[in-house]
């Protein structure tokens, strides 16, 4: 027995992606918008993010970093079309990261990274109203997010 609750099992080579600083996370969000060329991440394309955003703060090898990437890549492409999506990938790096819980709301949902609602605006209202809904639920968080549009 036990809490399972924010146990779950990582794969191989995800914990060095651990609690990031949010500062990993912008430099992400960077390496993204001046690498890929669409959504939808090519191997190549997923490490290269990762190589330019992180590689200098995890201080481990290329050959280290593109192992790993490679299991994290095979994680998320569950459905083995050689691609990630990438607002899945950046989106489960910011809740996986160390940011405090609301900083990870308005990163993931509500844009407050800065850029991420610029392009989702639809998908952002509706995810904030539904993220908004189960932290009303949970009394532990006393998050302040703003009215849904909805």
């Known amino acids: 027995m036990g809490q399972t609750l924010g146990r779950a099992p990582l794969p191989p080579g995800c914990k060095r992606f651990l609690n990031l600083p949010r500062s990993c996370i912008y430099d992400l969000w960077e390496a993204f918008n001046d690498i890929a060329e669409g959504f939808g991440l090519t191997i190549d394309e997923f490490q290269e993010i990762l190589k330019s955003a992180l590689m200098e703060y995890l201080a481990i ?45 308005r990163c993931t949902c509500a844009g407050a990274c800065g850029h991420w609602a610029s392009f989702c605006g639809d998908c952002v209202i509706l995810s904030a109203c ?18 849904c549009p909805v």
């Open 130 to 147: 539904l993220v908004r809904g189960l932290v009303a639920s949970l009394s532990t968080l006393r998050l302040s997010l703003p009215a």
């Open 61 to 105: 090898t290329e050959r280290t970093l593109n192992a790993d990437t490679d299991l994290v890549f095979r994680a998320y492409d569950d459905d083995e079309n050689n691609l990630v999506d990438s607002l899945e990938f950046l989106s489960s790096f910011a809740l996986l990261s160390g940011m405090t819980p609301e900083e990870k709301i």
